[in-house]
């Protein structure tokens, strides 16, 4: 930490060097999926294959890339599932078909995101109420509002110039052809995540916050102010993924549901710790592009619905043993 | 060492009467609301065991819920745990009165082997608990979906006696429940396996050091807790009629008995709290949906008031501590 900031490029080199060898497994994991993923569809390494499979994957990414600041700080965002459904409910109403109402409707949804973050983060910090039930109770709230805003059944679709995000490809790029814009949001939102948590004082406080709140506090760490912007940037995310999921999903009460804990799963599969103290940002996209190419894997493979759902259970405990055990004989906490 | 001094509490005396005063806010919002809106059958002890009555399943499922949360732990697999125990009930009895011991029994079994096996994972394999119960909830979730259509039948309606009988004018289902909330409480409050599981969840290291086998302790809380849930499936299958694979989530059991819990004064981090405050947690719930049904309150509004009253509730006494929370 010290070396760190003293910050000359040099010591970040030589730290990196340092590193190396510590390669997140589930770097290797990804690979090794991709490769089961090619060997069973070979059409997987054209363009259309792995675009729409990053595509498919950019909003659990996105979501996934905030949750992990929450989870790095100590908590749980439960509610990040439910904002998704929000957004695109309150979008498709506050649009009402209206193709020139896009450039505010976003704005807006970012703002009510904004407020859901902050008032999770105040529950939680001044109200002291554990983040698992301050945000629970954020879900429920969320969920009825969504229901009462558009009466039980949101009407209405999302117009070419919403769906742009999420649905789009920009065609003629050189190399892979073309570039959804799902993926440059992912790209974009992941390096400025990844520069908050791994580059900036905030990162570090948030590690600090997450590994020992008591003694953060008394090392001068705002830990208020600290926890409040780790849920912003959690709700925002999940804006942004609601947003992506909009313009390829379409409007319904349900298109949030269980992506909060597939988020959470994404980001045990990265080697986080749950509450707090570890975590990355890179390695928790890399867990989601996991967790969606297992489902893909296990969709060629023909497998149904619910066999996924006994998958996801058992990589994620797997996933978590694995790491107490990882961590167990590094002789860590 | 100075952290002790941090964590100690003043209003100490004032938190232990907390789930009381809650319950008596919500019951004079009740009685309020009925005498002003003239709606006096509403104030009858027959409307008293009917708001009772309405919350057996969440009842039931919350006692479980509170030994897990009181060792220190957590179990999010009991709503589908609920489903599976209705579905397979149902599937067991087919409509024959002969196999409902056969039936209860297998239910039980289950209930038992899925808390074992969660109690497994997070002591052997020390998987975080909600993340043990999370992986145990999906894996239940799906085998019930695989082996949904095989699985069908009805209850015989000897078996509907459970939820719908009635001993001296009280719901055999209600005596049920009260039965076990006694049993919890002598468990808890007298004897040696209730003070261990207050102590492993206060601070599991120093129970160890202080000679508890912690595991025995966390493993057997969670069986508890998920027979519990079980004993909750087969109440709503008997009520039911017939188990369907979704009734533990629809009625949203998992986090609603987390809140109950919550609300009543038990810490999520264990090892304070008690049976009592759980029970009133129960009767604060099923008064609020009471309120909300007198006040003619719409549904989707409900749940938006809901998500904040558990909120709002657990901020009333968590305000007062000087803990660290996240």
């Avoid at chain 1, 190419?293 to 296990?298: Q, R, S």
Wanted: aromatic share 8%; net charge positive.
């Amino acid at each position: 930490m010290i070396r760190e900031t003293a910050g000359s490029a040099k010591t970040h080199a030589a730290a990196r060097a340092g590193r190396l060898p510590k390669i997140n497994p589930v770097f290797f994991v990804l690979a090794a999926l991709l490769v089961a993923i090619t060997l069973s569809n070979p059409n997987f390494v054209e363009p259309t294959g792995y675009m729409n499979f990053l595509k498919r994957a950019a909003p659990l990414a996105i979501l996934a890339a905030g949750q992990i600041y929450v989870i790095v700080s100590g908590g749980f965002d439960l509610s990040a599932g439910s904002l998704i459904t929000l957004t695109v409910v309150g979008s498709s109403m506050l649009l009402d078909n209206n193709a020139d109402a896009t450039w505010w409707v976003i704005p807006v949804m970012y703002a009510v995101g904004l407020a859901v973050g902050v008032v999770n983060g105040v529950v939680v910090s001044f109200l002291r109420v554990p983040s698992l039930i301050a945000t629970l109770g954020m879900m429920i709230t969320l969920n009825g509002a969504a229901f009462m805003w558009s009466s039980g059944s949101p009407r209405g679709y999302l117009p070419e110039t919403f769906r742009f995000f999420g649905r789009v490809n920009l065609q003629g790029i050189p190399l892979v052809q073309f570039l959804p814009v799902a993926l440059l949001v992912l790209m974009v939102v992941g390096t400025v995540l990844f520069w908050l948590m791994h580059r900036t004082n905030l990162g570090r406080m948030l590690h600090a916050l997450g590994d020992n709140p008591r003694a953060a506090q008394m090392s001068g760490v705002p830990i208020e102010k600290v926890r409040i912007i780790a849920f912003v940037i959690s709700s925002l995310s999940a804006v942004t993924a609601g947003i992506l999921l909009g313009g390829f999903a379409g409007v319904s009460t349900d298109v949030g549901v269980g992506y909060e804990l597939q988020a959470i799963t994404a980001c045990v599969i990265g080697g986080a710790q749950l509450l707090g103290g570890r975590g990355s940002v890179p390695a928790s996209i890399a867990g989601a592009l996991t967790l969606t190419a297992i489902f893909t894997l296990l969709n060629f493979i023909g497998l149904p619905k619910p066999v996924r759902d006994v998958v996801q259970g058992l990589i994620l405990i797997v996933a978590v043993v694995l790491a107490t055990y990882r961590r167990n004989r590094a002789g860590g906490t | 060492m100075s952290t002790a001094i941090f964590v100690k509490r003043p209003a100490r005396r004032m938190e232990r009467y907390a789930p009381a005063l809650l319950l008596g806010v919500a019951l004079a919002i009740y009685v309020a609301i009925a005498l002003g809106l003239g709606l006096t059958r509403f104030l009858t002890p027959e409307a008293a065991i009917a708001i009772l009555n309405r919350s057996i399943a969440l009842g039931i499922t919350a006692v479980g819920q509170t030994f897990a949360i009181l060792v220190g732990s957590i179990d999010l697999s009991v709503a589908h745990l609920i489903s599976a125990s209705a579905v397979v009930a149902s599937a067991i009895m087919n409509g024959d009165p002969a196999m409902m011991l056969p039936a209860v029994l297998a239910v039980l079994l289950m209930g038992a082997l899925v808390g074992t096996l969660n109690g497994l994972m997070i002591t052997r394999l020390e998987v975080n608990p909600l993340i043990a119960t999370l992986g145990m909830a999906l894996i239940i979730q799906g085998c019930l979906a695989s082996f949904h259509g095989r699985f069908g039948g009805s209850v015989p309606d000897a078996f509907q006696y459970f939820a719908y009988g009635a001993v001296l004018g009280l719901p055999v289902s209600l005596i049920v429940l009260t039965l076990l909330v006694l049993a919890a409480w002598i468990v808890l409050r007298f004897t040696r396996f209730g003070s261990n599981i207050y102590s492993v969840g206060g601070n599991r290291d120093t129970a160890r050091a202080a000679g508890i086998k912690t595991t025995r302790v966390v493993m057997a809380s969670h069986i508890i807790c998920s027979l519990c849930a079980s004993l909750a499936g087969l109440y709503l299958a008997s009520r039911l009629k017939s188990g369907s694979p979704w009734i533990g989530t629809e009625g949203a059991y998992d986090l609603e008995s987390i809140a109950v819990v919550v609300i009543g004064g038990t810490i999520l981090s264990g090892g304070k709290g008690g049976i009592w405050g759980t029970v009133a947690g129960v009767i604060i719930f099923s008064l609020i949906d009471s309120i909300f049904n007198l006040a003619g309150v719409d549904a989707f509004a409900k749940q938006v008031m809901r998500g904040i009253i558990i909120v709002a509730a657990v901020a009333f006494y968590a305000i007062r501590s000087k803990r660290i929370v996240a």
